[in-house]
């Protein structure tokens, strides 16, 4: 069965280094999507992309952060200057499309825990 | 104002017994989608069911069901037969056609743990 791929599964950072967390989509998916969940709580909606470029970003995603596309099949998201609110797991996640009944599945990789010291 | 509620932080069944995981939701769009997602200890987050608003009957996967009542915006679900292995945390998510990007939105989650 197609999946979502995440790579680390854990990070170690010192605070104020940048971090890349790299993602491959389901192959025939458009719409990608990175959320994040620190421990214990809620799951938290960072960012959209679609047609290679970003469709929504919540609060959370704020200059630090950036995603990009950089060829066919990885989705990676940029954390520039981490911080230790940072620490947390970081789910990216696809779905083939925005609508329709069997369409709507978004699938998520297994995460990649990100601690920062 | 909470989108998704659920009202059960935690919870110990015996296993064996079938177990019901409380969701409701709140929306005024007509379209949307509701997603039950099973978080083991380690982390991971995986699928387990999906209903559509518009959807007749209701979904099953396996041990999994989902009792939609679309009147009273309550999405719970049913695991029949629980096993030691299903203990976990479930979240409930909802996914607006209103929103162009069709982001989650998610509950808090019920701890679920089956006891021998």
């Known amino acids: 069965e197609p999946e979502v791929t995440q790579t680390p599964s854990h990070q170690v950072t010192q605070m104020g280094q940048e971090v890349i967390l790299r993602c491959v989509p389901i192959s025939n998916h458009l719409y990608f999507y990175w959320y994040r969940q620190i421990l214990g709580q809620k799951v938290e909606f960072l960012v959209s992309?679609?047609?290679?470029?970003?469709?929504?970003k919540s609060e959370i995603f704020d200059d630090q952060f950036s995603v990009e596309r950089p060829d066919g099949s990885n989705f990676t998201l940029k954390i520039r200057s981490t911080k230790l609110e940072d620490s947390a797991m970081y789910f990216c996640a696809s779905s083939e499309a925005g609508a329709g009944s069997t369409g709507n599945t978004i699938y998520f990789g297994e995460g990649s825990w990100l601690t920062v010291v | 104002a909470q989108k998704i509620t659920q009202t059960q932080p935690g919870m110990f069944v015996q296993e064996k017994e079938a177990v019901t995981l409380d969701c409701t939701y709140d929306t005024s769009d007509p379209s949307y989608g509701l997603f039950w997602y099973k978080q083991p200890s380690s982390g991971e987050m995986i699928f387990l069911i999906y209903?559509?608003?518009?959807d007749q009957q209701n979904a099953t996967e396996g041990r999994y069901s989902l009792n939609f009542q679309k009147a009273r915006k309550s999405a719970n679900l049913v695991i029949s037969a629980s096993q030691l292995g299903d203990s976990a945390m479930y979240f409930c998510?909802?996914?607006?056609?209103?929103?162009?990007?069709?982001?989650?939105?998610w509950g808090a989650g019920t701890k679920l743990i089956i006891k021998p």
């Open positions: 209903q559509g608003s518009y």
């Open positions: 998510a909802m996914r607006e056609a209103m929103d162009s990007n069709y982001q989650l939105i």
């Open positions: 992309f679609y047609n290679n470029e970003i469709s929504e």
